[in-house]
């Protein structure tokens, strides 16, 4: 990691001894070449102007998919009576996460001191506080072709979605102040140290295994559904679940957010390869045809046993193959991108219907089947369309082994995930109470925990 100064040559265009009148337009033209494109200039390990529009961009469509996108996504889906918490819920997390990211969550997940090659011990497993409340970085210091700060502004992007994710799953019933301590905790135990594993560079536990984990696979989406999946079964299920319908109140509220999702997704995976380059521009093509397949393969399947497609089924297909392709959108070609939004459409359908069903919890908007099993399934599938025989950049590496690599690196963070979240849960239940009481419940967290409604009545 460097620090850049931009520097540019000082020439003497107003000199009255300088060169005559065709020099100074000379002078003047290279001056504004210098001025206005560093990226000619400056050497290759310093800010490139054309990457750091791209990942400016990139954080914006990231921060857009949890408010509005998620938001929205999740309140249509909801009761009329919840609505206004759930909103209210995305909102308080993106300013909480921001405030906690700054103080010591950057640090701990990318702190470079558990970058440098051969680190070794607890720096494998998470970083340290030398990026505390960002210290040392101003707008020149660089990760590697763009400015820290700027890297810092979208990796916190992704920590804001994460735990946002989760609430999805207990929807309609846990205590606001329960969520927000829950979900600030499980973002320090859980998310920061499986991020810094992950992408925490040379010395990092999962980095130096080789596993493949290009936009957050492991890192938001399986971590995100475990969670999910460990809350709603400690949490309970909802008043009425099993015996009475509850169907969402505004679809077009849903469709809304989920279109918000997948426009957005563009920056979560084609930011990623933080330069405006052919990675990102393939990282986006793959993440659109796999959210395509996925819809359409949902749909078809939904149309084929009930007999009618429905428009909470394509969204959700949409999802599922946005989450799947996630890990692979850095490494694989459009066969890809085709195939593994196929099986996420597939294995998703099933996972949030048939096996839900039979198991019996109470996973309110699917994040579990959504986002767990196709962020586990893209994670896996990421080591075989990686190849070069399927269209994939890594060349001809051996599928077995890299699948297993996959299959390895997810296995242990459901379990790491699983248990860690079981015992925050626990704690803050024994503490301050997980779940409102029953009026509360039957009356609307929108009246019960914040006196408004998202509706005039």
């Known amino acids: 990691m460097q620090s850049c100064n931009l520097t540019y040559p000082i020439i003497p265009i107003a000199s009255t001894k300088g060169p005559g009148r065709p020099g100074r337009w000379l002078a003047l033209w290279v001056g504004f070449v210098l001025l ?12 490139n102007g054309a990457d750091t529009a791209w990942i400016l961009i990139s954080t914006a469509l990231v921060l857009f998919m949890t408010i509005p996108g998620l938001a929205l996504f999740y309140g249509g889906l909801v ?26 969550g950057y640090s701990l997940a990318f702190d470079p001191t558990g970058m440098q090659e051969g680190s070794t011990g607890l720096h494998s497993f998470i970083g340290g506080f030398s990026r505390a409340f960002m210290t040392g970085v101003d707008g020149n210091t660089t990760w590697g072709t763009i400015p820290e700060i700027l890297f810092f502004s979208f990796q916190m992007t992704f920590a804001i979605i994460t735990p946002a994710l989760i609430i999805g799953a207990f929807a309609e019933r846990m205590k606001f102040s329960a969520m927000l301590i829950f979900s600030l905790v499980w973002l320090v135990v859980v998310y920061l140290p499986i991020c810094h594993m992950v992408w925490g560079g040379a010395g ?9 984990d290009f936009a957050g696979g492991i890192v938001v989406h399986i971590t995100a559904g475990i969670g999910a999946l460990v809350a709603c079964i400690v949490i309970g299920p909802r008043m009425g679940y ?45 993440t659109h045809l796999s959210a395509s397949s996925a819809a359409l393969t949902w749909m078809a399947i939904e149309w084929g046993i009930h007999g009618k497609p429905s428009a909470l089924g394509l969204a959700t297909g949409a ?65 075989v369309f990686c190849a070069e025989l399927f269209g994939g950049n890594m060349g001809e590496i051996s599928i077995g082994t890299q699948v297993g690599k996959q299959l390895a690196a997810s296995i242990a963070t459901v379990v790491y995930t ?5 015992i925050i ?4 239940d024994a503490w301050i109470g997980l779940r409102v009481d029953a009026d509360d419940e039957n009356e609307g967290l929108d009246i019960s925990l914040h006196e408004e409604t998202g509706y005039r009545l």
């Open 36 to 47: 206005f494109a560093p990226s000619v200039a400056l050497a290759a390990d310093e800010i």
């Open 79 to 104: 009761h009329q009576k919840n609505v206004l918490s759930v909103l209210m819920q995305c909102l308080v997390l993106t300013a909480a996460v921001s405030v906690l990211w700054l103080v010591f």
């Open 204 to 212: 990092s536990f999962f980095g130096d295994w080789g596993v493949l």
């Open 242 to 286: 099993g015996s009475t319908p509850m169907f969402p109140h505004n679809l077009t509220m849903t469709l809304t957010g989920t279109g918000m999702l997948w426009v957005g997704w563009f920056g979560f995976n084609g930011g990623s390869a933080l330069a405006a380059n052919g990675d990102a521009a393939m990282a986006i093509t793959v």
């Open 319 to 383: 999802i599922a193959g946005l989450a799947a392709v996630t890990p692979a959108s850095g490494f694989i070609g459009p066969i890809g991108g085709l195939l593994i939004g196929i099986a996420a459409g597939a294995v998703c359908y099933f996972a949030s219907t048939t096996i839900k069903q039979a198991l019996g919890y109470d996973d309110s908007l699917d994040v579990f089947g959504v986002h767990g099993v196709g962020g586990f399934v893209g994670t896996v599938l990421a080591g």
């Open 418 to 422: 699983g248990i860690i979240t079981w």
């Open 425 to 428: 849960l626990k704690v803050v």
